[in-house]
């Protein structure tokens, strides 16, 4: 009898007893069976006798739900069956049109809008690849991005009409067919596709068409802009356009929630995490032009959204709009996305409710990835055994100096203990391939490293310094270059930024190093945007630097831009800034130098020339 009390009791407090000593084996089972449920799903696709595509899954879903709401844009709503119309008509005009067949790569250059989703969907139909041009990129940069897609057909909405204008030449050169989504156009060479699309018949087109199309088959193209360089276009095959679309289902997004997109989908977050695991759920995808912080929360309440996607910028931007009554009046529950900073994380739920926030890592063309299931702030991903299984990946040792990893006598990578940073490598496998960049050997090679802990292993270079923590949380620290070194010390970007924006005039700030004649390495410098109407206030800048941080992480040299120069998902650029360096001359924007007894100050031109011949020394 005492027995069975203790292992009653005993059964009683086994919950309260694993939650205690695993507070998150609660989130890591449910993330694990999801996971396993992803694994299933893609070896059933595999086993069937022509590959299961998203292409199905969306027919299968027409199938299921045809008058469902699939993409609302503007004020028109379509439904799975629209889309599915829409996309044969495409094909079919494409087929009579052009001389396009499976395996055929287009190029699409517009910006977002239904017939965007529509373009891709028919291309699918006919078993062709889209390469996703950047439709900001013009001339040079578009005719690069269109060569190294390999495509033989462009096709591009109106507003960008003067663009291709601008490259049709080259592209004529290279007997390139070129559309235009318009009824007319009297420019040579360029041919219209509206008025072919809407005479052309919405029947359903035969799967023989797509037949030769497979697991490891380039589905799209998705430009990497990196930190140097033109945009390389990485491969993704159809089973990563899987990977990437089971991220909704993952982070517990369900088949009745409504997703708002705002984000280019010439991008992958925006194409592969919000259209194409909008697609895998079944939902309703609230689609718009552009982001905008005014107009964010009204549409989330005006349709239901339940699912925003973000980069950390966005969310920076909402917390920065003027507080409202009714900030946590909608619906939204999760936000997936990337980049969000801690500082932000904590903002954001504070002023806007309680959103589970799914803090994704990965690049379009890596080969791992995390995500934060648990909500731990700050943390963008967990370890557990599935992943390390599926994905093997390992931190080792970089010297931040050099540029380069850390090799033993033996000439091996080391790998660093728990709670070190360092640098993240993903094992090349089978599981987790590489594909690479089309076109670009060269760039595909740079990012591999080998005889990593073996001779003959290879790893994919992620570029990126994590640091996972004892119950294992994984903590983004750095991007290789978004550290330097002065006077012997690893400055952080981050965390010098992190200190500015705290400073009441400050509203952003982007933080880099730039060489001085005569020294070693790169001293701080910060191009700040003020508050509106707000002066820069220099003791008070410098008051906090002092007490925040440690003499050589302090910037230096401060210049006020009117705005930041950002990437078209909003990322810093730093190294044009760095180029620029600190010199009044070359420099437009009023620049400040830090002066240990009055704190910033203004730069003078013989400040500039003093520190270039070495008369003062910093
Ligand atoms: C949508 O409809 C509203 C009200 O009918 C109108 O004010 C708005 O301009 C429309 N928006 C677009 C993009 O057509
Ligand atoms: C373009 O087409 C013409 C005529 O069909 C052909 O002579 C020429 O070689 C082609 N050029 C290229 C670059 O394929
Ligand atoms: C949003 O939900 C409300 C209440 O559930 C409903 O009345 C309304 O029609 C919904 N709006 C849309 C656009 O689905
Ligand atoms: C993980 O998610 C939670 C809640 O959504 C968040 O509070 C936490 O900061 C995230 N961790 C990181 C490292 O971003
Ligand atoms: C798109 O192109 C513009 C113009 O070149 C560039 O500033 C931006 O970074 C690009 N966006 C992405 C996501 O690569």
């Not at 369900?254 to 992958?268: E, N």
Request: include cysteine; hydrophobic fraction near 35%; aromatic fraction near 10%.
């Amino acid at each position: 009898m005492y027995i069975m009390y203790t292992v009653l009791a005993g059964l009683a407090i086994l919950p309260f007893f694993l939650y205690i000593c695993f507070p998150y084996l609660i989130h890591d089972l449910q993330f694990i069976v999801r996971g396993i449920g992803c694994g299933v799903k893609m070896s059933k696709f595999k086993k069937k006798k022509t590959f299961y595509t998203i292409l199905d899954c969306f027919l299968d879903k027409v199938k299921k739900h045809p008058d469902k709401p699939f993409i609302v844009f503007e004020n028109s709503t379509y439904s799975y069956l629209d889309a599915d119309k829409q996309s044969n008509k495409i094909a079919r005009s494409l087929m009579e049109f052009s001389s396009l067949k499976e395996g055929d790569t287009v190029a699409l250059y517009l910006g977002n809008e239904p017939m965007y989703v529509w373009l891709w969907l028919g291309l699918s139909k006919i078993g062709c690849k889209a390469a996703l041009l950047n439709n900001s990129i013009r001339s040079k940069s578009l005719l690069h991005c269109f060569s190294c897609s390999g495509a033989d057909v462009l096709i591009s909405s109106t507003e960008l009409k003067d663009a291709v204008e601008e490259v049709l030449p080259a592209l004529q050169e290279q007997n390139i067919s070129v559309f235009t989504l318009s009824e007319e156009c009297n420019t040579v060479g360029i041919e219209t596709l509206t008025d072919k699309i809407s005479k052309a018949s919405d029947k359903p087109l035969s799967p023989d068409l797509r037949s030769n199309v497979k697991l490891k088959s380039p589905a799209i193209y998705i430009y990497t802009s990196g930190t140097t360089g033109l945009p390389k276009a990485a491969v993704i095959t159809q089973e990563r356009v899987w990977m990437a679309s089971f991220l909704q289902g993952l982070v517990g997004v369900t088949s009745d929630d409504v997703i708002y997109v705002c984000l280019p989908l010439f991008h992958s977050s925006a194409f592969l995490m919000g259209l194409t695991g909008a697609i895998e759920r079944g939902i309703t995808l609230i689609l718009r032009r552009r982001f905008s912080a005014s107009q964010f929360w009204e549409d989330c309440r005006k349709y239901n959204v339940t699912t925003i996607q973000y980069i950390g910028e966005i969310m920076r931007y909402l917390c920065n709009t003027p507080k409202k009554d009714n900030d946590k009046v909608h619906k939204v529950r999760i936000a997936l996305g990337n980049g969000i900073r801690a500082d932000t994380w904590s903002e954001f739920l504070h002023r806007f409710g309680d959103i589970q926030i799914s803090e994704c890592y990965g690049a379009t063309e890596s080969n791992i990835g995390f995500i934060n299931y648990t909500g731990k702030i700050g943390a963008i991903g967990r370890e557990n055994f599935l992943m390390k299984k599926a994905t093997p990946y390992a931190l080792i040792k970089y010297d931040t100096e050099r540029e380069e990893p850390v090799r033993d006598s033996r000439g091996f990578c080391i790998k660093i203990p728990r709670g070190e940073t360092g640098l993240l490598l993903g094992k090349i496998t089978k599981r987790s391939p590489f594909i690479g960049y089309a076109k670009n050997h060269e760039q595909t090679e740079k990012k591999k490293l080998g005889d990593v802990f073996e001779k003959g292993d290879l790893y994919f270079n992620s570029g990126d310094l994590l640091k996972i923590d004892h119950e294992g949380f994984v903590y983004f620290q750095d991007r290789i270059g978004d550290t330097f070194r002065w006077k012997g010390e690893n400055v952080a970007t981050t965390e010098v930024t992190d200190i500015l924006i705290t400073v009441d005039c400050i509203e952003e700030a982007n933080v880099y190093g730039v060489k001085v004649p005569g020294h070693e390495g790169r001293i701080g410098m910060a191009a700040l945007i003020l508050k509106d109407g707000l002066e820069f206030d220099g003791s008070d800048t410098y008051k906090c630097v002092k007490t925040s941080l440690p003499s050589y992480a302090r910037p230096r040299f401060i210049r006020i831009q009117k705005s930041l120069a950002l990437t078209g998902t909003f990322k810093q650029i730093k190294t044009k800034l760095a180029e620029n360096g600190f010199n009044p001359s070359i420099i437009q924007d009023p620049l400040y130098i830090l002066d240990e007894n009055k704190g910033y100050i203004p730069m003078t031109q013989e400040m500039y020339n003093s520190i270039s011949s070495g008369t003062i020394r910093l």
